[in-house]
């Protein structure tokens, strides 16, 4: 898959250390597990492989895991601080439209900082080395002190979605193929290649509980950011949720508001009207968003008449109200310190000021929006959490339902699947009280 190989190459050209670089395809790569991606990423590691045999033993690993950390310390003071690790990654540009230099800086902080044991937001030597370590125990399926190639090559399954290969095996089992969401071609479509060609993934559940979600993931207009999508639609999945992933049209293939609406209109319909076939209740459909695709969940709930498309499609004109909705640090306002870079993607460099007030969450809140679930971290530095207080200020003001969660911890992207936070718990506690579990 694409953001696999596109990662490899952003980390070879930005010299990132191997052991980083893995940890970040783990909080990145989704369920896409491609071979040639991970073949590379097995050869990298086997250099360490000091006596030839093909595999590599404790200590081996260790020697990579200790190169790794003094690659990463600059001062040579045996800690890595933030500034550090952010310092990682240069400009990197967004290949194929999945990975961003932010996106990448943020995965490897957040999968970094979960070593942080003390909570002193800085990675000591001996806490990255006892990190890695418990990845070696978890790795070794056979128990016999060494990492064989096929080990290797199962790394980012075996350790991110499943508790064991049987698993594993159902989950994949029971991803289903992308569905084109404009099979006569999307409106306003600027060309016929995979980034003109939105699309909804199911994902279903092993134990089925009625309920859907249509998965949102960031990505500042700019990319989809995968370790949002088919992750957490897995987590979902073992909720009993059937979940579906969309990925929408971007900014940087040059589509512009409300072409990204227009798709997630267009995938709540899609998912209601067939809400048969999937086994799920048409009235309990919800819509989850992470970062800008937490913007695409405010506008699809406050202005979903903008992304109306008549159309043959939908001979039958369904509701594409959301049945409740999840805005996890979402962008927000597009006037109180905007997010710079989802702001330009989603409306262009020179807006006149209808459309920045249009594209303003705050502003566009009124009276029968579905119930919502929003959280976000007061460190977050690249979408403030002041675009969730707005947003949730406005909620209360027109008696929307809601829940706000303001965790004290964690920049922006904290809490992705793989990592340990209390965000997951505190969504299902409120999933439960609206009928979703």
């Known amino acids: 898959m694409k953001p696999i190989n596109s990662f490899l190459r952003c980390c070879n050209r930005c010299r990132l250390p191997l052991i980083l670089a893995i940890m970040a395809l783990l909080a990145g790569s989704g369920s896409a597990v491609d071979l040639p991606g991970m073949s590379t990423v097995t050869e990298l590691l086997l250099k360490y492989d000091s006596n030839g045999d093909g595999a590599l033993d404790k200590s081996e690993f260790q020697a990579a895991v200790s190169n790794s950390f003094d690659e990463m310390d600059k001062d040579g003071d045996n800690k890595i601080t933030e500034a550090e690790i952010e310092g990682l990654s240069a400009p990197?540009?967004?290949?194929?439209?999945?990975?961003?230099?932010?996106?990448?800086?943020f995965t490897i902080k957040t999968i970094l900082l979960t070593l942080d044991k003390n909570g002193d937001r800085v990675l000591s030597k001996v806490e990255y080395e006892g990190g890695c370590s418990g990845y070696f125990i978890k790795l070794d399926m056979n128990r016999n002190g060494s990492l064989s190639r096929d080990e290797i090559m199962k790394w980012p399954t075996h350790l991110f979605f499943a508790k064991d290969a049987s698993a594993t095996q159902a989950a994949q089992a029971a991803g289903e193929s992308r569905i084109t969401l404009w099979p006569q071609g999307p409106p306003g479509a600027l060309g016929t290649t995979a980034k003109d060609i939105p699309t909804l993934t199911p994902h279903l559940p092993a134990k089925a509980n009625g309920a859907a979600m249509v998965l949102i993931p960031g990505g500042s207009y700019s990319g989809i950011y995968e370790g949002q999508g088919d992750p957490f639609a897995r987590w979902l999945n073992e909720?009993?949720?059937?979940?579906?992933v969309l990925r929408y049209r971007l900014g940087s293939a040059g589509y512009r508001y409300p072409a990204q609406l227009q798709d997630a209109v267009q995938a709540m319909r899609h998912v209601r009207k067939n809400a048969a076939q999937w086994k799920i209740a048409a009235n309990r459909i919800g819509v989850m968003g992470f970062s800008a695709g937490g913007h695409l969940v405010s506008t699809l709930i406050n202005r979903p008449e903008d992304g109306e498309v008549a159309s043959t499609d939908n001979a039958e004109r369904v509701s594409a109200r959301p049945d409740?909705?999840?805005l996890c640090y979402p962008v927000i306002s597009m006037i109180t310190k905007p997010h710079a870079a989802s702001r330009r993607n989603l409306i262009g460099a020179s807006p006149d000021d209808a459309l920045i007030r249009k594209t303003s969450s705050e502003l566009q809140v009124h009276a029968g929006l579905p119930p919502c679930f929003v959280w976000h971290t007061g460190e977050d530095k690249m979408v403030p959490v002041d675009h969730s207080l707005l947003f949730a200020a406005a909620l209360q003001q027109h008696g929307v339902p809601h829940e706000l969660h303001i965790y004290q911890r964690g920049d922006h992207g904290t809490g992705l699947m793989g990592t340990v936070h209390p965000w997951m718990g505190d969504l299902l506690f409120w999933l439960h009280a609206q009928g979703f579990k």
């Open 92 to 105: 990197i540009g967004e290949e194929y439209g999945v990975i961003t230099t932010t996106a990448a800086v």
């Open 239 to 244: 909720q009993g949720i059937t979940v579906f």
């Open 324 to 326: 409740l909705a999840i």
